[in-house]
């Protein structure tokens, strides 16, 4: 742990979220079966305790709302060769209209506009070509134009030659494509799993049910801003890149009416946790919303609708850990993540879990 005095202005210096962690610590394949997962529980403003995924149930109240995100993620890593000779990668990030995409590239010196990149099938047969329009400077990326080179859709030929992308500090995975999916993953577009979610199973969300704790879904496209590193020294500028979110209705609804009953608000990942205060931050109070979000949670930020979240370990100096230290304060989660290291739980998007319970509510959505 880096050596920092007690300072509140360290809450918006890079340098205060960095954090050693043990190569082992890096967890490269999920737990069988799911809800087996560690999961540390913050259960007051000074104490916190270690439990497992399937007891989360324990944890909760009758009343008490889950609110789910979910996409799906997508086959979005394309691996082709360029037309004029050498191997090239496509990570396709968000569609934009037709066949455009915004996709990273590499290697990204050499794919320029008006590179072309053909993928194949195992016999080596071209069966879909990516075209590159133009750079997109606030990503580093490129916009792309797919083409099918044989009959067949474009979104067809994705799913049968990409593959689906883990991050990169997963390296000796043996998991399955469908382990980085959630059990309750619908709609399809996002770039990586929202990891906080792969702890559920279909028994787990049972006994829930029947304790009276009820879940509802929302949709945030998980794309390049949940993971773009901050850089800058005062995280105070640093700026987020948009992400698709969808909140309804009948979300806000349920929502409404759990406040109204006095149960609380529980986000399963980062990314609901965006979706349902960036929805109220774009329309000034929280109704259903379409469109996105570009919101960045650090500590100081006004809470207006989530009372408790369920997180995975995130990564030194990310705006994952900056948001959760707005939760429970930055000097008090790098504590927990030290005794956690300590007590061998095993971190990122394979593993445990954090449960945060804030002592008081915030209720806050009329």
Not at 84 to 104: K, N, Q, T
Not at 148 to 167: C, F, M, N, S, Y
Request: glycine letters at 8%; one cysteine or more.
């Amino acid at each position: 742990m880096t050596d920092l005095p007690a300072d509140n202005t360290l809450d918006y210096q890079l340098r205060a979220y960095d954090y050693v962690l043990p190569e082992e610590r890096i967890a490269q394949n999920p737990v069988v079966p799911r809800d087996h997962a560690k999961l540390l529980v913050i259960d007051s403003s000074i104490t916190h305790q270690h439990s497992h995924f399937y007891q989360l149930g324990s944890w909760l109240r009758p009343g008490d709302l889950i609110v789910l995100n979910d996409t799906k993620v997508i086959p979005a890593r394309l691996f082709g060769r360029k037309v004029s000779g050498g191997a090239a990668e496509v990570l396709l990030i968000e569609p934009l209209d037709g066949e455009r995409w915004l996709a990273l590239v590499r290697p990204g010196r050499r794919i320029q506009p008006g590179t072309e990149v053909l993928f194949s099938d195992e016999a080596e047969v071209p069966l879909l070509k990516a075209v590159v329009l133009s750079r997109d400077e606030p990503t580093g990326g490129r916009i792309v134009q797919l083409v099918p080179v044989v009959d067949g859709t474009v979104d067809a030929l994705i799913h049968r030659l990409g593959q689906v992308p883990l991050p990169p500090y997963i390296t000796q995975s043996e998991s399955l494509p469908e382990q980085y999916q959630t059990v309750y993953a619908q709609r399809e577009g996002a770039i990586a799993a929202p990891t906080a979610g792969l702890h559920f199973t279909e028994t787990l969300l049972t006994q829930l049910t029947e304790k009276g704790i009820q879940t509802v879904k929302i949709t945030l496209h998980v794309g390049i801003g949940t993971f773009r590193p901050v850089e800058a020294t005062d995280i105070k500028t640093h700026e987020m890149h948009e992400e698709r979110i969808e909140v309804s209705a009948e979300t806000v609804e349920k929502i409404r009416e759990t406040k109204a009953n006095g149960g609380r608000i529980i986000t399963v990942g980062t990314t609901s946790t965006r979706a349902l205060e960036g929805a109220f931050a774009a329309c000034g109070k929280l109704q259903a919303y379409s469109g996105r979000t570009d919101l960045f949670i650090y500590p100081g930020y006004q809470w207006q609708v989530i009372d408790g979240l369920i997180t995975n370990f995130h990564l030194p100096g990310s705006s994952l850990l900056m948001m959760v230290s707005a939760l429970i304060g930055r000097e008090r989660l790098m504590a927990i993540y030290e005794d956690a290291i300590a007590q061998d739980y095993r971190f990122y998007s394979f593993g445990d879990a954090m449960l945060i319970l804030p002592e008081a509510t915030i209720n806050r959505v009329a």
